[in-house]
C-alpha cells in the first residue's frame, strides 16, 4: 500500500515504456521510503536485486554481491577480485534472461564506494559501455547518504555526466499524507494530533509505523521515546552514522543548531562547534543541506553574508531539546510535560517549523500559488532611530505585495490584545522604515483555528489555519 508517491511512482513506471534503457537516482533522507517506493511499484520483479553492506570493505562488499549474482540465478560465479569483473558477471547474468525489461536495482549504492575500490568507474562502464547501447535495462540506484548520490551520479563530470535518465529526490510526507497514512492505519487523530506527531517526527514514514491506534498521541510518544528499550530512543547517533562516514562534524553542526531554533550563520556555528574553518567543513554544511537535515537561507535584504542555517529535521530538534535532556528517564516524559511551560514553549516554536515546511500550502492558501515569489526571514537590532524587530517569515511577491506572517499555535480561535496589536504593528513599521520597502505590507496570520474577532483584529489581512496546510 503507497500512502501518496503517486507521482514519484508514476515516473517509475512510465520508465518501462521507454524505448531505450532508463538509468533512474532514487535519493533522499534515511527512512523516508525510497526502497519501499521502488520495491512496491515495480512489485518486486527485479532481473536482479542488491543491497551495499553498511561499513563493509571493499572484499565484503564483493562478496555479497557474488551471492546477490547467485540468489537471482548466475552459476558458477567465481570469487570476484573487482567491481568491474563484478559488473562484467552482471551482464552476464542479464544477457541470459529473456524478460523484455530487466529491472536492475542497487540499494544503499553508497555503501558499495568504498576507498580505492573504483566502483564509480566500473559503474560508469557497466552503464556507458553495455547497459546504454541496450533498450531493456532498467538501472534503478538508491541512496540514503544523498551527498553521495548528488556529488559521485548527479553532478559528476567524468563519464557518468548527464547519463541519468530519471533523478527522483524523495522527500518527507505532507501533513496531508500523514493523515492519509493515519486513516490507513486507523488511527483516530485530530488535525491537531496529526500536526503535533509531525512537529516531532516530521514526514517520515517509518518514525509514523511506530504509531498505535489504541493509545493517544501522548501515550503513543512516550512509548515510541521514553519507555525503556523505545524505538526511537537511539535512532539519532544511528541516523547519521548511517549516512556519514565520518559524522562527528556532521553531528557537532547539528547539535549547536538545535540550540537556536532560529538558525546560526556559519560564523555562529563555528563558534559554538570550535571546528576549523576549512573546505571540509564547507562540505559538511553542504552534505547536511542535500540531506534535508537542515536549510541555508538569506535574510531579506541581504546576500551570501546574510546566510543562516537552520535545522530542519524534526526528529533531530525533538531528541536534542527533550530526549537528550531526559535525565531521569522518565517514561511518561510527554504525557507530564503537556501543561507545562516547556510544552507551550516548544509547541509555539514547533509550529513555526511546520509552517515554514508547508509554505506552498501557505501561498495556494492566499490565492498566490501562481505568483512568483520567495520567502524569507528578516531582522535588524534597535538603533536611536528605530526599535529592534525579528520576522521568521515573510513572503516577496512579484505581484507588489509582501506577506509578514506570524505563526502562531493556539488551542482554541487566536485572540489578538492590545499588547500583541502593539507588537504585530510595531513590526510592520520597523520593517517599512529599514527596508524603505514601497510594497504593499498585509500582515497574515498564521494559526490552528482562526482569529477571534475583536477591537484589535482588524490589523490581520488575511488568515491561514491549519487546516489549510493539509490541501
Known sequence: MLIGRKEESSILLNAINSDESQFIAVYGRRRVGKTYLIKQTFNET???????????????????????????????VNRLLSWQDAFHQLEALLESQSDEKKIVFIDEMPWLDTPQSKFVSALEHFWNGWANMRHDIILVICG?????????????????????????????????????????????????????AYMIMGGIPYYWSFLKKEKSLAQNIDVIFFKDMAPLKTEYNALYA???RNA??????????????????RIDILKHTKLSDNT????????LEQSGFIRKYNQYGKKERGTIYQLMDNYSLFYNQYIKSNVNNDECFWSNSLQSR?????????????????????????????????AFSWQTTATEEHDGAQIDLL????????????????????VIDKSCDGSFRRKSSVFKQVTNSKKTIRLTLVTTYGLRKNQYSGCVTDIIVLDDLFV
Not at 544523498?146 to 559521485?152: C, Q
Not at 496531508?176 to 487523530?189: H, T
Not at 547539528?254 to 537556536?260: D, E, G, Q, T
Not at 516577496?396 to 480561535?413: H, P, Q, T, Y
Request: charged residues 20%; contains cysteine; glycine residues 6%.
Open 242 to 244: 548511517s549516512l556519514f
Open 144 to 196: 540514503s547518504a544523498t551527498s553521495w548520490i548528488v556529488n559521485k551520479i548527479i553532478n559528476d563530470y567524468g563519464g557518468l555526466h548527464n547519463r541519468l535518465t530519471v533523478q527522483i529526490h524523495l522527500k518527507p510526507f505532507s501533513l496531508s499524507e500523514c493523515e492519509q497514512y493515519c486513516q490507513f492505519k486507523e488511527l483516530q487523530f485530530s488535525r491537531r494530533d496529526i500536526a503535533e
Open 46 to 76: 527485479f532481473a536482479f536485486q542488491h543491497t551495499g553492506l553498511a561499513r563493509g570493505t571493499m572484499r565484503e562488499q564483493l562478496a555479497e554481491f557474488q551471492e546477490s549474482l547467485k540468489r537471482y540465478g548466475k552459476k558458477n
Open 395 to 414: 513572503i516577496d511577491r512579484a505581484d507588489n505585495v509582501i506577506n509578514l506572517c506570524e505563526m502562531k499555535f493556539s488551542g482554541d480561535d487566536f
Open 280 to 287: 571540509a567543513f564547507s562540505k559538511t554544511l553542504e552534505e
Open 342 to 374: 516547556l510544552y507551550t514553549t516548544w509547541v509555539g516554536l514547533a509550529f513555526e517549523r511546520l509552517c515554514l515546511q508547508h509554505i506552498a500550502q501557505m501561498k495556494r492558501a492566499l490565492g498566490i500559488s501562481g505568483v512568483l515569489s520567495n
Open 248 to 265: 562527528s562534524s556532521h553531528l557537532a553542526i547539528v547539535n549547536a543548531l538545535s540550540s537556536k531554533v532560529s538558525g546560526l550563520t
